[in-house]
């Protein structure tokens, strides 16, 4: 189908506005990413084409030339860019955000499409600045780019699914940071969007039906920005306790706002029995080195016997 840009749609019509071009495009994915970084601040109640008619006029013409761009030239190997103006340069994080959210979405859809629903964290794969990973292995190469293509804002990225291998991975998780991250995976991570969370944006992710989300909206839903804050913090600062020699340690999991790690090995053990005064020793050894961290009024902390040569700690959130 034929879309007019806009100086043509003008020429057509009369009493024409920006807001009624649009509208026109609604049906065009990449358009209403577009649109939504500046109407996002707007009453829901009012309709699409009074909101865009609606802003200042500076911003009527980024939209423009934006949508206009993409129609002529298609999707480009990055975001469309928001003209430098006093009015507009401290919009532009908020900007990146919100077409991070709105591809997020569409990646969450490619997922289901591909048949990854209800998928656990992966805790072994988990990389050391992530909270919680999920990841999705042994994916058809041919499948995923396929999928990809039925979305405008995925379809840019089908370069970096590598064409000289059969499987690709994709993930998707929160970092320590507490920016949300997504892509494709080979050795290395391969993100194709971020977003800042907060607590608005934590309950968007908790208002998504997409199967594909339903359990990292199960580990959310008991936590607020400031957790996943503090959860950062100990994930960053937890290999600077030694217990001692040890022989592996536990990847660290986080469920039901406790966060648990773990050693194998550490200490003198009899029978199966880790020695008591070593159990002590590790255990008060722990809690010094916890009271000394700015977040350890913020927790509280479980150490159960140790058995099977592992020596368990658990921090939770008060």
Known sequence: MF??????????????????WICSLVDDEYVQNIVARYTQEIDPSIDLENAINLLDKKIQLEIKQQVDDYLQRGIVDKEPDVLTSTDTEQLWESEITVAGKGMFASFLKSLTALGQKDCLPNWEKTPNDFLFYY???NLQSEIVKSVFTRFKS?????????????EVSLYFGIKSDGNFEYGICYDNLLPIGQFKLNQSVIKWILSLESKSSFSLKKELVNL???????????????????PGYFEKKLSPQIKDRVFSFGFYGVGKWDNGQLDQGEFMNIKNNFTTWLISKKWGGKVLISVPQPKSFWFNLHIKLK
């Not at 995925?154 to 059969?166: E, I, K, M, P, T």
Request: proline fraction near 0%; charge should be negative.
């Open 3 to 20: 879309i007019k840009k806009y100086l043509q749609f003008i020429n057509e019509s009369e009493d024409t506005s920006l807001g009624q």
């Open 135 to 137: 990841h999705f292995s």
């Open 224 to 242: 607020t920005y400031s957790d996943i804050l503090i959860l950062g913090q100990i994930k960053r600062d937890i290999d600077s306790f030694n």
């Open 154 to 166: 995925l379809s840019r990225y089908l370069d970096l699914v590598d064409y000289q291998q059969n």
